[in-house]
């Protein structure tokens, strides 16, 4: 069986942006690399959506960026500014067709569905395959997204919602979230912070038929698209081995307060590319401890209060949207973190701290 000298387990977004900054830096040159992926057609399943906090790779696959937000709950919205961060939707049907264009050139790089058709014994395995179970008890994020097309101009195109609380809660924490692509097409999702078992939230058409047609009041329009999925808000477990590194989900580069894990798995690519010569014994790259203890509690007191959230993630935008936006892509100051802090309510998250 064929040896490489690195193999990436799973061709979805980690997997994929490596091979993709690993080829365009040259890093391929004289080194092999063997892709597993199973899918035997890539087509648009997801969007990811972010800041712009850090310089990508994917500037040509954005669908849209925005510079304005609101985020509301029942009675109160705020209208916020994001200039010098936008928000960018990027269309992964447009990301896979450019890297697999690109890696399809290289004559180093090899494909395969499954890793038993290889010897990959002494090769540098970067893996995006968690063994994350479905019925974890920890928090996940679950959503159901769709894009539609309405009759006529609906849309603000220059505004999106980040957050609308302005819906029913089941003792959990929800929210609504609407991306206007142009004036008569958006995506609008539903969105849940809960335990991945409580089926009684997976009612996810009936919810966003009832917020397009009940709460916008649309009632001309058609869906074009729909997506759905489950972030986990816990760190995967696995074994450190010195010649393989998780990426990804897998590699825990979701940051647990919000889901966000596109810009960190390409800032993870980018380190992973800097150090690859020497990538047996480098400190694995991780999300900055700071994060990893402020998430901890943030979702300690959305496990215990689910209740309060939506006063709490509304609160904490009353500080400049700068300063939020930096702090929730992991890039703020300690002053900075302080205002967000202080923002909370004082108690909940003390308590939360010591039990
Ligand atoms: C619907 C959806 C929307 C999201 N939106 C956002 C967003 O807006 N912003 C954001 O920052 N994050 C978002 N995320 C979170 C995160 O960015 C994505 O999940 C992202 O795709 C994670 O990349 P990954 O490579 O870890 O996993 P994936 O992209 O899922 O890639 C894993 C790959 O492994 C393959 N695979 C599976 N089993 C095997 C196997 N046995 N052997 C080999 N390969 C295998 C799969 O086919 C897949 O291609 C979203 C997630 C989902 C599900």
Redesign the pocket.
Known sequence: MKEFDYVI?????????LAYELDIHEKLKDKTLAI????SEYKK??????WKVAPHNFDDCIKKSWENFSINIPGKTNFLECKGYPYQ?ID?GLFYEKINSRLKENKNIFFFK??KEINSKNSFIFN???NIKKDHLNLWQH?C?VEIETKNNFFDEEIFNLMDFDCEQRDSVHFFYTLPYSKNKALVETTWLSKMNDNSQKDYDQQIKDYIEKHLKIKDYKITYK?????PLFYPSYEKERNKIN?????G??RLST???????QEHSKFIRDNIENISNINRFEINKKYQFLDDIFLRVLNRHPEKMPDIFFNMFKTSPKTVIKFLSNKSNYLEDLSIIFRMPKMTFIKALFY
């Open positions: 387990i799973g061709g979805g977004c980690a997997g994929l942006s597993i992926e199973p899918r399943d997801k969007t990811w959506s972010f939707s992964s499954d890793i995006s395959v968690s959503f997204g997506e759905e999925g489950a972030i990426i990804g989900t897998a590699g580069m979701t889901g966000y894990t596109f810009l960190n798995i």
